[in-house]
């Protein structure tokens, strides 16, 4: 967060502080994480909260999976999602847009996306994944051409669930075959896992499992 030239640079002992959870026995089997200030959070909830804070990251419900105290890895949660992704075989990525909901979209983005080649298309709605009647049309042209859409939510923390069934409400798009984020996806994560779910020709059904939340509680 802070820069070699500053008057407290962080750098340095966020590396120590990978490299302690990189070969410690507490942190066996948690996958991918983000170790920074301290604190090591899982990569599929942790976010951004702030541009420049030393504290910038944050997991909402999910909390730490652990700390830094005295150069021990204090282990105090566990990694509840995991999914493992191989890179397709020609490097070849397919094309995925992030698309933003607002008040007044009328779905000409999502459209134009389409039109222009996209294979898969993340749609950021509001709320619980809502958006109005003609983005949901935009959604429908989208499954029509076969592009894959996932919906996910501005809202920072919470799930995007099927609740809303009138037209553009998260029920509905799910019904017209879109899929809903899992807990805590972001929409440039989920772009990226869209990405290289497809790059593997992963048929429907196999994206809605590929999408889907997985515990180990």
């Known amino acids: 967060m ?3 030239s500053s008057s407290s640079p962080d750098g340095p002992m966020n590396i120590y502080d990978a490299i302690l959870v990189a070969i410690s026995k507490p942190a066996k089997d ?3 994480t983000l170790v920074i200030n301290d604190c090591i959070y899982d990569a599929f909830f942790v976010r951004k909260i ?3 804070n030393l504290a910038a990251f944050s997991s909402g419900i999910k909390g730490l999976l652990g700390y830094i105290a005295n150069d021990k890895v204090v282990k105090v949660n566990n990694v509840i999602y995991e999914q493992h992704i191989n890179l397709p075989d020609n490097n070849q990525f397919p094309q995925v847009e992030i698309i933003p909901y607002f008040a007044g979209a009328e779905g000409e983005q999502l459209k134009t996306a389409v039109d222009n080649g996209a294979k898969g298309i993340v749609l950021e709605a509001v709320g619980a994944g809502n958006v109005n009647p003609k983005m949901n049309d935009a959604v429908k042209y989208a499954i029509s051409k076969n592009v894959a859409v996932i919906i996910t939510s501005c809202v920072y923390w919470g ?3 099927a ?4 037209i553009g409400g998260g029920a509905n798009l799910q019904k017209e075959g879109a899929i809903l984020a899992p807990l805590g996806l972001t929409s440039r994560k989920c772009q990226i896992l869209l990405t290289l779910a497809l790059g593997q020709n992963r048929s429907k059904d196999k994206l809605k499992d590929f999408f ?3 515990s180990d509680n």
């Not at 609740?163 to 009138?166: T, V």
């Open 2 to 4: 802070r820069g070699a």
């Open 30 to 32: 948690w996958g991918t």
């Open 50 to 52: 702030n541009t420049t």
């Open 159 to 161: 799930e995007v669930v």
């Open 163 to 166: 609740e809303y069934g009138s």
């Open 212 to 214: 889907s939340y997985k």
